[in-house]
Structure formats: C-alpha cells, structure tokens
C-alpha cells in the first residue's frame, strides 16, 4: 500500500509544480506582451492630491509605458515642518531627494528601539508642557537625515515617514517596482497607512478620497484590548470622517516634530558623508557577510555630490551611478540608480542597457532625447524636460543632448547591477569590434571604419567640437 500513496504523493507534488510554472509563464507573458510599444512619450502626472503641508502627485500606472517596465512613480512634495505619515507597501521602492533635508523614520521589523529619552529629559519636557500624568521615556528606531541628492532604499513591508526640517520644500520622487517577486499581490500600486487620513488612489486616473487607515478596519473594542488603552482613544486612532477629509497624507506639525536624534554639528555632517563615501566605495569584494545585519543595513546613499561621479568629463558634464556594490541592499531589492548631469550642449552617447528597463526623470532643464527600439524605429524623439517621466525599456537604445540651459536627471533601473552599452566612445561596442568587419557590415572602406573607431576617445559623454552643419560644409 505504501507504493501507490507515494505514486499519488510524488504526482500531487508534480501537478502543483507544474501550474506554479504555468502560472509564472502565464504572468512573464503578460508583461511581454504590454513592451510591444510602437512610440513612447514624456509623461506628466496625472494624479495630484492637495494635502495640508504639501502635495502628493503620481502617474498613470495603467499607461503601456509603466506597464511594460512594471513600475509606478509618485512624486511628494512636503511644505516646510511638513510629515509624510507612516506608511508602508508590498513592493521595494527607491525614492530620490530631488530638493530639501529632513529625518528619515523606518521600521524595521524584530529590530531593537535604540533611540531612547533619558528620565531626566522627559521630566523636564512634561514641565514644560505642564503634564502632571507620569510617562516612561520615548523609545525609536533609529531616525536618519537625508538631504538633496540622496537615493532611500525602502523594503517591500517596511513603514517608513519622512519629515522636513528644512527652510524649503522637499521633493520625493518615488519608484514603487510592482514586479518584484517581493509582491505578491498584483500590479496595482499600494500604500497602506496608519494614521487617519486619505489616499491618492494611484491605480487609476481619478482621486480616491477611500480611507486606508489599516486601524480603521478592526473593531475598536478588539483594538483597546490589543493596546491595552480606552475604547475612545482607540476611535481617535482609527478617525472619523471629519478628521480624514482636510488633512490626508502629509500634515503640518506645530513647532518642531519631537524625536530623539543626536546633535549633529556641520563638522559631524562632513564626516558622516566621508565615511558613507568610503564605504559605498569599499564594493561587494571585501564584505565577509558579518558587516551588515538587518538591523544595521545603510538604507541611504548621496549620488547628487560632484565627488562621487563614477563618469566625469569637465567640459561635458558627469555621471554617478548607485548598484549592489555601493549599496548592497539593493541586491535584496534587485533595483539601482544613475544621476547624471549634462553641460550646455553635450550628449550622453547611444546606449542600451542590457539587463533592466530605465526609468528617467527630468530633474532640471531639457534635453533632446532619440530612442529606438530592437527593429531600428524611433519611438521617441522630442524634449524631456524638468519634472516629465520617460521610460525607456530593455535593449532601447537612447541618446540624450542638453539644451543650452543644460539637463540634470535621475535613472531607476529594474536591476541591482544594471549593464550599459555604449555605442560610441572607449569602451563601446563599435571600438570592440574590427574594423574588417565594420568595413564589410557597412559597406565602407577600412580606412572608414578605423577612423569610426578612434574618432571618439571620449566616455560616455561629449562636448562636440563642431555641429552637425558644419561637418557637412566641411
């Protein structure tokens, strides 16, 4: 009798495996299908929602561009003392700090609340404010600053919140990447709150004013169990539908929002950035797997600083890119990023990346960019300018040139070591390959085809000498 249960056994076990395969083939098959893209287009948000302390704005998720790369982007803009509330979603994101500083606030689950208030501290606090009731000091996970230029890392299921302490607005643009094997939900984008306050409903072209206050879906009886507190500020937790409608996600805080952080001097700040610069730059070689816990992983990465540039060219502008080998939470995350700036008419030469689609957002000025796609069509060929989202998918090749004002953009990149091409300059595939056999592909004479290859020593981004018009008269 044992021979056919564990004929059955092994055929169950053969039969599930084989429609999770099915099921996987049916899915990749369904995002292959959204890349059949005969033009692309620089896209605007389409999404806003006015908050109390800033902005919240998103782009059409359902679009074939997002579709096809399988991410959403959202763009928060926090007015001065202004609080991004807690919130957390089922994918990985990366958010870039545009413009501002502030305090980063992530929840790291099974870590420890290191930040602790002295008895001292708080005494003193609650005289101030004339508080007779006894409390215990407050307990946090670490907060961290950000500043402009920052790359934020956030886990799929991780609350995070972000505060502006600055004397400016900060701008968030955010990339949610819906694909990842982290979700296991769908492709709708996601943000679930704790806090009583209404969502921008980014799956669709219209605003939801639908509370997603996880709180408020339990009963508050069970809640006041749960936190051993009174029925009624269990309701305050869970809000009413006065209190949702005029604040939503990003409230103003009075005064100064009250966290344990340490004093940190400018000197400090220096320092700080120096150590992150060395370590971003130490690479995956010399980790022994016992440097960084959960606990303790560096969720921040600054690619803004001019000193960081991995591409750099004075005349024509410079290139800073941020993998797993910088940032080695990105491997978990299976994302990185690229921030490049562009001098008054250069061009960032004709490249393709090999392994991950390309997200660009415009974070200064405009440029020109020409893309074309596996069968030698130009899909797009127009501006970019400041604050428009273009995607350019797997294997596009795509070239930018500055404006005379010049270009700055930031690049997601569906990988954690994104592979780039160029197809001019040192290190390109044109020079890595023969001039006979350029000769004989292009139907020129060797002599052509050498020159094709040494004519550019530049990398990755040039200043041309002369224009196009002028090589004709010429």
Known sequence: MAKPNSFLYISLCLVVLFNGCLAKRWQQQQQFNQCQLDRLDALEPNNRIEAEAGVIESWDPNNQQFQCAGVAVVRHTLECNGLLLPQYSPTHQLIYIVQGRGYLGTVLPGCPETYQDSQQQQQQQQQEQGQSRRFRGDRHQKIQHFRQGDIIAIPAGVAHWLYNNGDSEVVAVSLLDLNNQANQLDENPRKMNFSNRDRVDVSSNNIS???????????????????????????????SEEERRPR???????????????????????????????QSGRGRDVDNGLEETLCTLRLRENIGDASRADIYNPEAGRISTLNSNKLRLLNWLQLSAERGKLNRNAIHVAHWTQNAHTVIYGVRGTARVQVVDDSG???????????????????????????????????????????????????SVIRAIPA???????????????????????????????????RRVM
């Open 248 to 278: 939503k996600n990003i409230v103003k805080v009075d005064g100064e929002l009250q966290v344990i952080r340490p004093p940190r001097s400018r000197q400090e700040q220096e320092r700080e950035e120096e150590r992150e610069h060395r």
């Open 377 to 427: 069509r130009s899909v797009f060929d127009d501006e970019l300018q400041q604050g428009q989202v273009l995607i350019v998918p797997q294997n596009f090749a795509v070239v930018k040139r500055a404006s005379s004002e010049g270009f700055e953009w930031v690049a997601f990149k569906t990988n954690d070591n994104a592979q780039i091409t160029p197809l001019a300059g040192q290190n």
């Open 209 to 239: 004013n639908m509370n997603n206050n996880v709180l408020s879906g339990f009963s508050s009886e069970l809640l006041a169990d749960v936190f051993n507190m009174d029925v009624q500020t269990i309701r305050k937790l869970q809000g």
């Open 436 to 470: 006979d056999v350029l000769a004989n592909a292009y139907q020129i004479s060797r002599e052509d085809a050498q020159e094709l290859k040494e004519n550019s020593q530049d990398i990755a981004l040039i200043r041309p000498s002369r224009t196009s018009s002028e």
